[in-house]
């Protein structure tokens, strides 16, 4: 059996450490049962068949779920508190992300519009979208 990981241009390092000098998000679909999913993986998480290729996932979503971290590890130190999040994109896939401008439960509500922001930290970067004027 083939224990190789899905062909991709990225790294896990890069996943882990952020996409500081990326634009895109990248991640994988799984080209039996079309899920897009941004993790890592042998075989799709949903089917279990091994056909993930790679897929250029979205920008913006909304968070679908979050909590506030206010012990963080030593890179956020920082930062903290702020908000993990879990951002479902508008072009299909959920991700795990972190938000530096929301500090507490009271600065961010589920459906929140979203998007990537590029940065030198950690992780994927979210920020809220401007709210319509
Ligand atoms: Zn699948």
Request: hydrophobic residues 35%; proline residues 7%.
């Amino acid at each position: 059996m083939d224990d190789a990981i899905p062909s991709a241009s990225h790294t896990v390092d890069e996943w882990i450490h952020g996409y500081e000098e990326g634009e895109i998000l990248r991640g994988f679909r799984c080209t039996h049962c079309s899920l897009i999913t941004a993790t890592w993986g042998l075989a799709c998480p949903r089917c279990g068949q091994r056909t993930l290729e790679e897929h250029t996932l979205g920008r913006t979503g909304r968070v679908v779920a979050f909590t506030i971290l206010n012990v963080p590890g030593d890179e956020f130190l920082n930062d903290a508190p702020y908000a993990y999040v879990v951002v479902e994109l508008d072009a299909g896939g959920r991700i795990t992300g972190w938000m530096p401008s929301v500090k507490s439960v009271d600065d961010l509500t589920i459906h929140q519009r979203v998007h990537f922001v590029p940065g030198y930290k950690p992780g994927v970067q979210f920020a809220k979208d401007a709210p319509p004027e």
